[in-house]
């Protein structure tokens, strides 16, 4: 709850609110980090590191997100591609029932408006804006589209 009226508070107030409270409820946040209007963690198994940017309107679930990287506005870093599933009737589960796990964005990267984020992102690398990231992007490349898919750097 606190969470998502902290992620409504506006201004320059409300970017210390954020990470002042990320700072005491997540396993480990910068202070030198920003956090945007609407922006907010879902899971507190979260790291950020130092001089991190998150835009606004960001859902962020069990992330580990290296320093100086920049996440744009409307960006969802969810906990894996497994977080519901289907039993052999075709019927979906709840998402206890689901595989949460840690995403990874390295350090130095830039993640590009309205991105999806399921899978880890190396070090020094480009999410497109609107992309899909459903496997691993490797350190220093460009990966773009939907499922993302890499332009520059090392091909998966």
Excluded at 11 to 26: N, Q, S, V
Excluded at 61 to 86: D, E, F, K, T
Excluded at 100 to 115: E, H, L, P, Q
Excluded at 136 to 154: C, D, L, N, W
Aim: proline share 5%.
């Amino acid at each position: 709850m606190f969470s998502q009226a902290f992620a409504m508070a506006p201004g320059l107030p409300g970017d210390y609110l954020r990470i002042a409270f990320y700072k005491l409820t997540l396993l480990d946040c910068s202070l030198a980090s920003r956090i945007g209007f609407g922006s907010f963690f879902a899971h507190r198994e979260a790291t950020v590191g130092s001089r991190v940017y998150i835009g606004s309107y960001c859902v962020l679930g069990r992330v580990s997100i290296g320093p100086r990287s920049q996440i744009a506005s409307g960006v969802q870093v969810l906990s894996g591609r497994h977080q519901h599933v289907r039993d052999r009737s075709g019927q979906i589960s709840g998402s206890h029932e689901g595989e949460f796990v840690a995403v990874t964005i390295g350090s130095d990267c830039w993640i590009g408006a309205a991105a999806v984020v399921m899978a880890d992102v190396g070090a020094n690398s480009t999410v497109g804006a609107g992309s899909v990231v459903t496997r691993p992007i490797p350190p220093g490349s460009v990966a773009v589209g939907s499922p993302a898919r890499v332009i520059q750097g090392e091909p998966v």
